[in-house]
């Protein structure tokens, strides 16, 4: 046990009572040296938030005295949420004059102030931030005589920053900048900072999703180290290489993706064979072997965790001489893979498989759009730029849905959720906002990566090899029951609550289909479920209903993967010592964390892009009359989403025939006096009235028929 472990031991002890550093260390018999180790490790603890130093110096266990530790989720309002470490705690809610200072995003301790009564949060004060999220904030600057102020972009930073007129540095008002703090908030007493970039001014070409980028501190830049090993890599395949590898150059082999795509990962091949079962080869783009671990390339992705797609660009995990380079695989260009060849039978199940490092030359690089039109419509156009893979993509076509029938029976969910492609022109206005279909194509490729990635899961949890999964944790029943509740109201119902099986919420979603409420009961029922995370612990992937599974299809974008392809090619070649595994059992938890949130981070970013572009896009309407569907009803108003996805909010103070409210339980919006009803789902037909491109929010008001 470690020194560490052993102190927790004793702090939980009932008799242990508080103690000064001096009488611990003395507890544990130490001497010299050992002493200043020990109170550096009570220094971490403290950090960490296991331990706590009370007024009087004398150390005790965070979980021992009624006090969580957790995340700050702001609110512009002032007050906040603490959402707990410790997952199987509820959310604390803490009002704004018990924040003292916590700001969005801040790791703290709180203090429980009183219980939560019939359905109510418990309320909680903050009494130590641990760590700070915001050291720079990003917002626009407004000026007077002698001082000014810096407004944050994030409304979940309640406060705005103090500027003295020595730290404007030639900010002017109206222009995006970034801050630092000098001095943190206290008790009614606004954060103090000092001007350290000046962004842009407000509306200029170029400002708003530089601001975004900045408030979600990516990196759009690599370090010159970076940069400087990246350029030396050798952009192509060396002959010594290619004899190491088993060779594929000969196979049909392609690669399927967007039409903008450069970063091209992953390739496939078919075959049918003589027993009536499928070869399908997915080959990986092999990045291991160019970025190297603990090297300044691999350290930059590691920190960065994913690549980040915005509406106008991507900020890459990897440099473009590996991205859109030698990793990249690119058509009639050799290059290295990790590739796994997969024989499937009729019912779609893996009867064999086999993962091989390899050299690999692409045939043709296909689009998306031209596979899906060939093989939904038999296009002649498409077909031209299709010559020979045509029998090759039938096979492909016949196996994708052998495999979607598969999971299909075995229970899996599958949200079919529009999504919106933004058009912009090449001053980065948006131009167009369009849904964009999931079709064959895109379903296929899909299907292949899916298969792909349980096979690969599945090996190497009976291989027993320590291992990076992809996973998707039981729905708590608490949620679930909520959800039931609540799809009572639409006459639907879900069974066996107490042991849910991913199959009843794959019925209810095909119950929903079609129906005006669907898009409504998907969300909630998207809410209702856990987040899909990366776990050195195998786990189920509820959604998916699957036993097994882990992402190791995109090394080129996501960090776990990268690392999963390290683990198999050290496995392959018969590296994975009894020490290499026992350094992967350390590192991998910290990996899976990482990598976890800074996806997070990514998704964050890009939804907020992509508010920004659609409320730029309805700035330019305001008055247009749309027909939208009513997606979502609040305390204040309903949202009305329109076929373009474009989503927006009508206030009860803009509903002027009569005073609305939102009644709960029936859930629907009604009149007092005219007890006109509004349910989710009702079409209905209304006029643009405002955009709010700081707050990235779209008004809407109701047009009445005879209007």
Partial sequence: MSLRENIVEFMRKKVYKPMLKEELAIQFGLEGKEIEVFYNILKDMEKEGIIIKTRNERYGLVEKMNLIVGKIEGNEKGFGFLIPDDKTKEDVFIPAEDMNGALHGDRVIVRITSKGLSGKKEEGEVIRILERANDTIVGTFESSNNFGFVIPDDSRIAYDVFISKSNFNGAKTNQKVVVEITRWPEKRRNPEGKIVEILGYVGEKGTDILSIIKQFKLSEDFPAKVLNQASSIEQTVSQEEIEKRVDLRNLNIFTIDGADAKDLDDAVSIEKLSNGNYKLGVHIADVSH???????????????????????????????????????????????????????????????YKIVEGVIRSKARLVYDDVSDFLERDDKEALKNLEGVTEDLKIMEELSHILYEKRQKRGCIDFDFPEARIILDEDGIPIDVVKEDRRIADKMIEEFMLVCNETIAEH????????????????????????????????????????????????????????????????????????????????????????????????????????????????????????????????????????????????EAEREVEDLKKAEYMSTRIGNVYEGIISSLTHFGMYVQLDNTIEGLVHFSNMIDDYYYFDEDKYYIIGEHTNKVYRLGDTVKIIVINTDLVKRTIDFMLVQEDE
């Avoid at 797609?309 to 990793?327: A, F, H, Q, T």
């Fill in 460 to 603: 190497f949890y009976w291989a027993d090899i320590p291992f990076l999964y992809r996973i998707h944790e039981e729905p708590d029943m608490e949620k679930i029951e909520e959800f039931n509740k609540f799809i009572h109201n639409f006459g639907y119902s879900i069974k066996g609550i107490q042991d849910i099986h991913p199959k009843e919420l794959q019925l209810l979603t095909k119950e929903v289909k079609g129906k005006k409420e669907e898009t409504l009961i998907n969300t909630l029922l998207l809410r209702s479920l856990k987040k899909a995370k990366y776990s050195s612990e195998k786990d189920i992937h509820f959604g998916l209903a699957a036993e097994y599974y882990c992402h190791f299809t995109a090394p080129i974008r996501r960090y776990p993967d990268l690392q999963i392809h390290r683990i198999i090619k050290n496995y392959i070649n018969g590296k994975l010592s009894s020490n290499e595994q026992d350094r992967l059992h350390v590192l991998l938890p910290k990996v899976a964390d990482h990598t976890s949130t800074t996806e997070r981070t990514a998704e």
């Fill in 290 to 352: 160019y970025v190297k671990e603990k090297s300044p390339i691999d350290k930059e992705a590691y920190k960065r965790g994913n690549s980040v797609y915005l509406v106008d660009r991507v900020i890459p995990m990897l440099p473009k001489e590996l991205s859109n380079g030698i990793c990249s695989l690119n058509p009639n260009e050799d290059r290295l893979t990790l590739s796994v060849f997969m024989e499937i039978d009729k019912n779609g199940s893996v009867v064999d």
